[in-house]
């Protein structure tokens, strides 16, 4: 069975989203991002991935499997039925991998420097002033069609409606885009999205509490 390691509303939901969106069941360790320990047991988290950061996917032969982007495509090609990428050599699987690489390195992780690192006022300014403007690419892609890539939900869609609903956090409100306010609700009306993103915020709330 395939083991997923996260952390409640991190970017692991994304790939909580792809298990459940395929049907997949998996195994899932709940990882304390700080204290970068395996909750259940203690493990050094450090051991598990060097990179110390989630999503961890365990695959079926034991490897270990890092980087949202790969960990996504990966379970999406072991349900191909789905459709939740474009199969290899399709041309929209580059469009694929041009979103998943966007979301990752221009929203994602731009997004974390102003919620969590920033403490100037000025340099936060500036890096929600880049990070809007990335938002838009995404928001005027979105103007005329439903999803990211063709016609149908894909992990690109997964990753990009997380990060939305974390956009908050760096101080950039989704209710300037209207496409994409519509698109979150599409989105998060899809009832295994909606399971997924629901039972991650209880495990949060139980954490938090
Ligand atoms: N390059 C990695 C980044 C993953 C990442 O930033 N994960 C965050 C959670 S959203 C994390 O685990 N951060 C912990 C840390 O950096 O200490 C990927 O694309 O998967």
Same mark, same amino acid.
């Given at each position: 069975?395939?083991?997923?390691?996260?952390?409640?509303?991190?970017?692991?939901?994304?790939?909580?989203?792809?298990?459940?969106?395929?049907?997949?069941?998996?195994?899932?360790?709940?990882?304390?991002?700080?204290?970068?320990?395996?909750?259940?047991?203690?493990?050094?988290?450090?051991?598990?991935?060097?990179?110390?950061?989630?999503?961890?996917?365990?695959?079926?032969?034991?490897?270990?499997?890092?980087?949202?982007?790969?960990?996504?495509?990966?379970?999406?090609?072991?349900?191909?039925?789905?459709?939740?990428?474009?199969?290899?050599?399709?041309?929209?699987?580059?469009?694929?991998?041009?979103?998943?690489?966007?979301?990752?390195?221009?929203?994602?992780?731009?997004?974390?420097?102003?919620?969590?690192?920033?403490?100037?006022?000025?340099?936060?300014?500036?890096?929600?002033? @880049? =990070?809007?403007?990335?938002?838009? +690419?995404? &928001?005027?892609?979105?103007?005329? !069609? *439903?999803?990211?890539?063709?016609?149908?939900?894909?992990?690109?869609?997964?990753?990009?409606?997380?990060?939305?609903?974390?956009?908050?956090?760096?101080?950039?409100?989704?209710?300037?885009?209207?496409?994409?306010?519509?698109?979150?609700? @599409? =989105?998060?009306?899809?009832?295994? +999205?909606? &399971?997924?993103?629901?039972?991650? !915020? *209880?495990?949060?709330?139980?954490?938090?509490?």
């Amino acid at each position: 069975m395939l083991q997923l390691y996260f952390w409640p509303m991190a970017c692991s939901l994304a790939s909580r989203i792809t298990l459940m969106e395929a049907g997949i069941e998996a195994r899932y360790h709940l990882v304390h991002l700080w204290k970068k320990k395996v909750i259940e047991d203690d493990t050094d988290f450090w051991a598990v991935s060097p990179k110390g950061a989630v999503p961890v996917l365990v695959l079926e032969n034991g490897e270990r499997l890092t980087e949202n982007a790969a960990v996504l495509q990966y379970i999406a090609d072991l349900r191909p039925e789905f459709g939740l990428a474009p199969p290899p050599g399709d041309p929209d699987r580059y469009r694929l991998q041009e979103w998943l690489s966007f979301v990752g390195t221009e929203i994602h992780k731009a997004f974390l420097f102003p919620t969590f690192w920033y403490k100037d006022q000025a340099a936060n300014a500036i890096a929600r002033e @880049r =990070i809007g403007k990335n938002v838009s +690419v995404a &928001a005027e892609h979105l103007d005329d !069609r *439903q999803y990211l890539v063709g016609e149908r939900f894909t992990v690109a869609d997964a990753y990009l409606a997380w990060s939305l609903l974390l956009l908050g956090r760096g101080g950039v409100d989704v209710a300037s885009w209207p496409s994409l306010v519509s698109y979150l609700d @599409r =989105i998060q009306g899809r009832p295994r +999205v909606k &399971a997924a993103i629901e039972a991650e !915020r *209880q495990i949060y709330k139980t954490l938090m509490a």
